[in-house]
């Protein structure tokens, strides 16, 4: 009976993982993975480029010593020299997403924003949630999506999608 369980725990959480991948990633995030940054599953070890000298990763991480059972996020940033509307400032920002395991995905918790970030800035910031950890009721696939709010082109709002690898908790 016992070997049936973990057969049957492993096929949703496969299902979980595979639904992320498959129907709820972007363009700009990374394979499925447990723990790590997007930069870390690329090919070239490279941020996700947002445009007007934006570059950005996302990371899911496992809270030390949690033995799975939460996450804290990370993110980092560079941006180009240079100044005007071709080089904005930004204010980058993180939440936690949960599969339901059909390829949908849905908010869980607000890892809040970062503060200002200006241009000319050469060297990634690693911005982190100030140990903030999130611990899920409920097993399954998660990911850190990061963002930020910036002017561009005249017109304030928030901007990109950097996903992290997908973690699961069961």
Not at 7 to 28: F, H, K, P, Y
Not at 29 to 41: I, K, M, P, V
Request: aromatic share 12%; hydrophobic share 35%; glycine share 16%.
């Amino acid at each position: 009976m016992k070997k049936i369980s973990r057969i049957a725990r492993a096929a949703v959480v496969g299902t979980l993982a595979l639904g992320g991948v498959v129907a709820g990633t972007s363009n700009a995030s990374a394979a499925t993975s447990n723990w790590g940054c997007r930069s870390e599953h690329t090919q070239d070890g490279s941020f996700a480029y947002e445009g007007y000298g934006i570059h950005l990763d996302s990371c899911i991480e496992d809270q030390l010593g949690n033995n799975g059972r939460g996450f804290y996020a990370r993110i980092a940033v560079t941006l180009d020299p240079g100044s005007g509307p071709d080089h904005p400032a930004v204010f980058p920002c993180a939440q936690l997403w949960k599969s339901d395991g059909r390829g949908g995905w849905s908010y869980v918790h607000d890892y809040h924003c970062m503060g200002w970030y200006g241009p000319g800035t050469n060297d990634a910031i690693w911005i982190s949630d100030d140990g903030q950890n999130y611990n899920p009721d409920t097993g399954g696939a998660y990911v850190v999506r990061v963002g930020f709010w910036a002017t561009i082109n005249g017109k304030y709002g928030y901007y990109g999608d950097v996903e992290s690898p997908v973690a699961s908790v069961w």
